[in-house]
């Protein structure tokens, strides 16, 4: 039991430096993955979604039914298949995505490995839960206080949408600052390999090659400054930054936008057409409770309908 609230505790430090940008320093990646532990994470993100589940569920409690709608414990099993589903929405869609993730990441030449980018797919989804948990309680006072069950279904898509867009923008600067640091790193191993090379030839030859090398470092920090003056300029504003903040003086990468602009597509379809599957999680006043509701349709023209509904003035 200790061992369990001790694990728990960490986990919940790691969030909180991840949410603080702590642990996304620049100063901190050293290697091709976060210094945190992906277990603990999903732990916790597992536990911040069911609580979220349950906020969306409680809309079903106080709905207003037909007369002929016969449902006396429709309302509380929505309440704990919200629980239990809203995790499951994140893992499937993470245990989907991870395979074509992981190829177009090697394809565009990132150096992440499966380890790191699934170290990194995990702390993206934790901030992403992290931020929709805290929205819960906001959804439970309009869930109590609403009739209007097109309102809900649009509340909460907000809610996903503002949670999914702070976790993509942590996920696209945790990305850059990985990818920056391995380049770094590789580049800091040759130039040292070359430098001991040519104390070693003590040839004209080597200054050449030298040079090349530099001109490669001045791209990769893209700017005129000398690389260590510019180290030394920006390094105090990288320990402040907070992990949505781009480190001054440097711009995204090519593979970064590349792997990022694969990872929405992908999280965005995958997930909206995931929770269209796992539905509902709000509970429908109109018909009885059921886990599942039968394929039809998509998510979108679900959302496009609720908005119609709700500006013609239905419920």
């Not at 001790?6 to 320093?25: I, K, P, V």
């Not at 091709?32 to 979604?49: C, E, F, I, T």
């Not at 906020?55 to 002929?68: A, F, I, Q």
């Not at 499937?92 to 490995?113: D, E, K, M």
Request: net charge neutral; glycine share 6%.
């Amino acid at each position: 039991m200790n061992t369990l609230k001790r694990l728990f505790g960490r986990s919940l430090a790691e969030l909180d430096q991840l949410l603080r940008g702590a642990a996304t320093r620049p100063a901190l990646l050293n290697s091709d993955k976060l210094g945190v532990s992906a277990r603990g994470l999903a732990v916790v993100s597992v536990l911040l979604a069911m609580f979220y589940g349950a906020c969306m569920g409680s809309y079903s409690l106080l709905k207003e039914v037909p007369p002929d709608l016969h449902d006396p414990y429709g309302p509380y099993l929505q309440v704990l298949a919200s629980t239990i589903k809203t995790p499951a929405l994140f893992l499937l869609t993470l245990l989907i995505t991870l395979p074509s993730l992981y190829v177009f990441n090697a394809l565009v030449g990132s150096r992440l490995t499966l380890i790191g980018m699934t170290r990194l797919l995990v702390a993206a989804l934790a901030v992403n839960i992290a931020v929709l948990a805290s929205l819960g309680t906001i959804v439970v006072f309009f869930s109590l206080t609403t009739g209007s069950y097109a309102f809900i279904r649009l509340l909460n898509v907000a809610v996903f949408t503002v949670a999914g867009v702070l976790g993509l923008m942590f996920l696209l600067q945790t990305l850059h600052r990985l990818i920056r640091a391995s380049e770094e790193r590789e580049l800091s191993e040759m130039l040292a390999a070359k430098r001991a090379a040519d104390r070693a030839d003590d040839g004209a030859d080597g200054d050449a090659e030298t040079a090349k090398l530099a001109a490669a470092e001045s791209i990769l920090y893209e700017t005129d400054t000398p690389p260590d003056a510019a180290v030394d300029e920006s390094r105090l504003e990288e320990q402040i930054a907070s992990a949505l903040d781009m480190p001054s003086g440097q711009v995204l990468g090519r593979h970064t936008r590349l792997v990022f602009r694969c990872w929405i597509v992908l999280f965005s379809l995958v997930g909206a057409q995931m929770g269209w599957v796992l539905r509902p999680f709000i509970g429908s006043p109109d018909l009885p409770f059921t886990f599942f509701r039968e394929r039809q349709s998509n998510f979108f023209a679900a959302v496009l309908h609720s908005l119609i509904e709700l500006l013609s003035g239905g419920a």
